[in-house]
Structures are given as C-alpha cells and as structure tokens.
C-alpha cells in the first residue's frame, strides 16, 4: 500500500481521516429498517445493532462480499437477514468508501469486505451462513482473502476473530493490535494475514474436509511459478516458466472485481484492455512493449502473459547508480553518469516516440515501468494506463510524475502525460525533487546550487525543468517566504538559515487549529494511527520546536496539549516518541514538572515498558525522560528511576526480544538507541559500567553494518533488507550519532575505525527526498552539527553548514512562513518525525549552538541531546 494512501485523499494539502473527505459520493443504506432502529457511523463504516446485546467479544464473524454495482442489492440482502435474526452488522457506507478498500493500492488483508456480521454463537453463525448463501446465489464479489468461502457461495465468507476491534491491546509503537483468545484461553494476536487463519485450539465447524497444504511448485495452467515480482490488491505479478518451452515469461494476474480504481474499473477489466493494447502495439511496432503471449481466466482470476523483460527498474538503477551518495565520486564519475542519463532518456524518447507513433500514450511514465536493460537500453512495461491517442487519458499515475489536474484539464496535448512524466523522470535522475518543483519551482534554483559538485550539464537541466519556466522559477524571490538566490546563501548562509528558520515557526504557527479534532498540527499518517498528542506526530512535537527555538506558543494550543496528555491516562504507550515519555519531557521543558512526573510514573509501571526497550518505545526511551527530569530539577529521585531503567537493561539476558522487529537496527529501534541511553545515564551516575554495557551493543550493532563499494559504511533497517540506509532515526547517522559521542568520551578502537565509514556515507548524500528529521535532510544536518561540536574541525564545520543550506529548497511558501511536504511527499507536515517541526529543531541548534555563533567554542562544547533523537 503507498504510505498514507487513505488519509490523502481526504484532503488536497494535509493527512487527515478519509472520514472527513468533502464528498465521498453516492451513500449505501439498507433499503428497509425496522421502526426505532438507527445505524451509528463508526469510521467508514456504518453499523447497525439487533436485538441480541452482550455478544461475546469473539467468534464467527462473516464478512459479504460484492460487485460494486451490485453493492446496494447485496446490502439489502444482507440487512434483511441480519434484521430478522437479530444480528448486529455492519456496511461501508459510502461508494468511495468501497472504492477505497478495493483498490489496487489498498491493504490486501481488508480487500473484499463491504458487510460484516456478527453472530453471537456457532449455530446462528451456521444459519445466517446458509441464509445469505441461498439468498445470494448468483452473486458475484472478490474473494476475501483473510476467510475462507462458505461452501460454492462466490460472496460469503467467515473467519474467527474479534469482533469489531471488541479485543485489542497497545502496541510500543502507539497502534492497536487485534486480539482473540484461541483455545486454550491464551490472548494471541488476531492475526489479519492475507490468508485464512485459525488460532491453535480452534476449528472450523462449517467445512467438511479440511483441504491439505499446498506442496511443491505453483502451477497456473502451463507456467510455472518461480518467483514474485510484487504483489497488490489487484493481484501479483510473477516470473514464471513455460513448462511446454521451458521459456521464462512474465506473469500478471488480475483478482475477480477488485483492484479498483476511481473510474470504478477493476483489475480484470484493465488487465483485458492492457492485452489488447500490447497486442494492437505488436503488430504495429514490435518491440516497444512486451510481447503478449497468452490471456486467459483461471479459476476467477485473469493471466496475463508476455515475455519476459530482463532488467532493473529504473528506480534501483538509480539508486545504484547515481554520484549523489557517493564517496568516491570524481568529476569522471559524474560525467559519465550524466552521459548514462542521456542513453536512457533517448531510449525512453524513441520508445514513446514509436507508441505514439502507433497512435498510444503510455500513460503513467515514471521510474516504475521502465526497465534498464543489461546492455544499457530501456523497456517500458506495465501497459496498465496505456490508451489510445483517440481515447480520454487514463485517470491512473504515479505521485509526482502526473501532470497537475490544471496541464490534464487544458487538453491542448494529447500526450502531455508522456512528455511531463519524461521530463519528470529527467529530475528523478538528477534528483529526487519532482514533488517540491511542483509545489515551489523557484526552488530549483537551489537545488541546482546543492548539485554544484555533481552539476548536471545544461541540456539535461532544461528538459529536467522543462514544465517548470524559468520565469516561474524566478518570480517573486526574496519576498516573504519566497527562497533566497544561490547568490544570496553563498554570500550570507546563517542569514538565509536564520531567516528560514523565522518562517518554518511562523508556517507552523499558521497551520495551527486547537480545534480541530484530529489534530493542532498537520502531521504525518502515523498520527492517525497512534495519537496526536505524541512527541513524533503530534502536539508535543511541534510545541517542543517551538519552544525551543524561542518562539511563543499560543496558550490555547498549550492547554490543549495538556487536556489530551493527561484525559487518556492509560490510553498513551510508555515510549518517547508516540508516548507519555515524550509528553512527560515536554510538559516538563514547559513548567509543569509534576504533571511529567505522573507520565513518567505511568510510563515506568507500563507493561510495556518491560516487554520494549527502545529509544521509540521502550525502556530506553523512559529513562531518557526521567534523566532529562533530573536535570531540570536536579532532584535525585528521578536520577535513581533512570539508573533502575539502567539497570533492567543490563540484567536483559536477551535484547533481541525487547527491540523492534526483525531485529531491528538503528537509533530508534535498534541497539544504538539503548547505547545512547547508557551513555547519557553514565555520565549522570559516573558509573563505567553503563559505558561499558553500551559499547558492547554498539559493537552488536556494527555486526549488522555493511560495506559500500565506495568505502563507506552502512545500515538497513532491520534483518530483512540489506538497502542502504543514511538517516537519522533508522540507518547511518543515528548510528554514527551514538558512536561519535562514545568515541568522544571513551575511545574504542572498534568504534573509533568504523566511524569515519559512516561520517563518510552521510555526508555525501547531498539530496534527499523529504526534508524531515528522522529520513530526510534536517536528521542528516542534525548529526552533522554533533559531530562538528565535537570533533570542532573546520571541514565537518562546512559540512554541517552546506547541509543546511540544503533545507532551503524543501520549503515551499505559504500565507505565512513556509511548508514542507512530510512523509511520502505527498502532503504537508508539521510533526517533528517529517514536518517543519523537525526542520526548525535542526535550524535552531544549528544556529543557537557554537557552530555558526562563535566557530572556535565548537572545541570546548558538550553535546546536547534533543528528545527526539
């Protein structure tokens, strides 16, 4: 699922709840209610209760299923049912609603379910099952892939779980985790896998024989599965064998009446109309698309079949491939991967030239669908939006490759997608700034003035920018909130950094609602999945930017971040970032140390607290609080609860088990988190063995780092991936960050060798995509700045100051101050994890601290550690 996929679409600007969309269009409501019964909303959801009350917590729950335009008929059968049994349900209540849980970006375990029923026991459970399957026979509806199908019906469907989110526990990371009881009486997770599943202990009284597990290789019809390519909503996409041929070919599958898209299409539908496309281009123009093979239906899912494209997407080429984090870059290097950017786009240009030729455009041009050849060349693929020149566009595209709603609606060029997703793709491979030209082009300017090192030749600049003028580039500069000129940062950077950092507060103030439900700031996704009050997304986060840059917090937005920390006591996680840790600190920054001393009371008895012990979530993170408390107050009692934190650390037998998941890595999840909290609590007790006990997990740590072919040396995010990762809260500079200030005091000569591999890979990634602290620029520029404090030379000095230049090009005006577009890049933020928060936390220890004040007491400064690393 793209991130914040749903709360985007409610709003053009920011994350919110896709409740609060204006229009979700045309609604569903039963066609026939008793007297005196009224349905209640529940999110997207509108729900609907029977005579029945008291339910048990868990059970068999059966979910229906529907074609979209079959969707008010099948809510009417199943109401009618429900209401004559006595039976609560629940329905989705309106078309986009249902549009939105079937698309092809949607999150498969929820795919298919348009009712929900609950049944109070087994035998009502059987009866309503049977009822709705005779009732609905004919019916059609995507099969939900978390149940299993009640007999031959296509539409009804059961699982054992909760009902109703009626079980559930708290999460460290500030979600809700759905629970059941299986058959012993234990409380397990209620598993929402994307297959049917059952708790140990329980069985199924509706099937006769149990069908055996799948053994040996997957066949569809004559092809052979031999690997994924992805998988979606929609369906999957494999590398598959021909066993007539023995032929490695390229296998799509399209799911029965969903992966939706806005139009109302589904994945079946696009999949036929995508083989009529490849078949008409193969005739006209072989080669300039995939060869189809075969199309046919296989069970109740379509195949697609074409050759199979030998490549790499270009995005991984990219990655790859590109000077811009690279240590070893050197101006050959540059040039000749600017001399590979003009091959692939001239083979991106004469492959769209001959589809357009054939009378098609492609449609959604972006790093995606294009393949890199091992001989350099390129092959567009996925033929999914392709339409005829004669036709409407298609209404799909990729964020940031699209043409603004205001270029698709002058229908002046009929291939106006190709041409600005082409140039787009152009940026993309200079840097990866498409969303921010679109928003701010005259920020351009200074992205080109951060590429000076890796300058990109004139010809691959103007087709890069060629639907952003140089006119709009220029307009307007130096107004308020308007980017400086290059000129202007060269000749004067604490000034341009000192004024953005005046307009990150006032756009973040501008922004503000204290009464606005959902949130006071504009925050990422994950807000609205934990809480808005929290220190990473919420209230706290921003406030505490705020405040410590010296700007005045309006008391209204104070007291409401006092009303929602302290009204759900009990309701907040232990942690730092998503809870009452982090809260606790901030209310503590602000003159209310007796509150923050009950959160951190609260935090410290939370279970947890024992079961977690990170930075994010964890134990490692309480104790941060309780320190920052001591140092405020100075009293020893808060001392003595973080050395007890100290303490459970050292006693844990095994970390693996109380970090994140995965064997998570990093500072937020991983071992370097809980070495910075030992470092910190060894320098408050003086004792060496904290110092000692935290070395030795950044010694652990380092066991998960990796080398790069330039030198440098990284980190993933956990044991899953082995991708390359430089930021602040996950990757190379949380690492570095812990292992600069271990170096600092204790050198070890472990330690001490790795960190410069590190230093080396942060500081050459010169362009990010987002802004924000935790994996973008501003935590890049925090742990410059640290390091410089305290290695004191000038070159890291430079460092810290040309990356803080950087932010300026991320900030896009607004009617006061600035923006940033937060996580994903599709929105804007305030919260500290991706918004102007974290960037205005960056910019105020940047200029508030030794570096930019007095360039020589970088020498004989401390480190000071903001909570949100």
Known sequence: MLEGFGEALADGEYYLPLTRVADPGPRFAPGGVPPGLRGSAQG??????????????????????????????????????????????????????FLFLHHKHAVRAQSGKFCAVYPPDTATARRLLERLRDALDGEEGPYVLTDRRFRDSRTVHYRYGSFDGARSRLRADGTREGTVRDGSGREVADSRLPAFHLPDGITDPFVEREDEPHAGPILIR??????????????????????????????????????????????????????????????????????????????????LVTEYVAGQPLTGWMSRSTPLARADRTAGSVAAYHEACRRLLAGLDASLERLHAAGYRFGDVSPGNILVTASGGVRLVDFEAASALSAAPSGMGTPGFTPPPGLRRSGTDPLVQDRYGASAVALALLAPCHEIAEHAPANLALLRRDLADVAPPRDLWRRATAFHPAEDR?????????PPSPAEVDADPRGCLARLAGEVAAGLLETADADRPEWVFPPSPEALRTNNVCLAYGTAGVVHALHRAGTAVPEEILERLRRDALAPRGALPPGLLVGSAGVARVLADLGRPDEAVDLLRDADGHPLTASCATLAGGRAGVGLGWLALHRLTGENGHLERAAAAGEALLRTSDVRAVL?????????????????FLHRLARATGEARFLEAGRLLLHQELDRTFPLDDGALSLSDDARFTRAMPYLATGAAGLAAVLTRYVATAPDERCA???????????????????????????????????????????????????????????????????????????????????????????????AGPLLAAPDAARSSRPRLPVAA
């Not at 220029?474 to 308007?482: F, L, M, S, T, V």
Request: glycine share 14%; net charge positive.
């Open 44 to 97: 997207i959801w509108m729900v609907w209760g029977g005579r029945r009350t008291g339910l048990a917590g868990q059970g068999w729950k059966i979910h229906v299923s529907a074609r979209l335009d079959r969707a008010q008929h099948v809510l009417d059968t199943v109401a009618g049912i429900c209401f004559s049994e006595g039976v609560p349900f629940k329905h989705l209540s309106a078309r986009l609603f």
């Open 474 to 482: 220029a307009q307007d500069r130096g107004g308020p909130g308007r």
């Open 753 to 847: 060798a790795a960190l410069p591999r590190l230093v080396t890979g942060v500081r050459v990634s010169r362009a990010t995509k987002e802004a924000g602290l935790y994996r973008g620029l501003a935590g890049l520029v925090w742990f410059l700045t640290g390091h410089a404090e305290l290695t004191g030379t000038d070159a890291a000095r430079e460092d810290a100051v040309r990356a803080a230049t950087g932010l300026l090009k991320y900030a896009v005006p607004y009617r006061r101050g600035v923006r940033f577009l937060g996580a994903g890049s599709q929105r804007f933020t305030a919260d500290l994890s991706s918004g102007g928060a974290g960037v205005l936390l960056v910019l105020h220890r940047l200029l």
């Open 660 to 676: 994140g998941e995965h064997d998570a890595r990093g500072l937020l999840h991983g071992r370097s988190g809980l070495a910075l």
């Open 222 to 303: 004559d092809y052979e599965v031999t690997g994924a390519v992805r998988l979606s909503n929609a369906g999957g996409a494999y590398r598959a064998r021909d066993r007539r041929t023995g032929r490695t070919v390229f296998l799509k599958e399209a799911r029965a009446h969903n992966g939706l898209v806005f139009d109302g299409t589904d994945a079946r539908q696009r999949l036929r109309h995508e083989y009529d496309v490849l078949r008409a281009l193969h005739a006209a123009a072989p080669g300039v698309a995939p060869e189809p093979l075969e199309h046919f239906t296989e069970w109740e899912h379509d195949f």
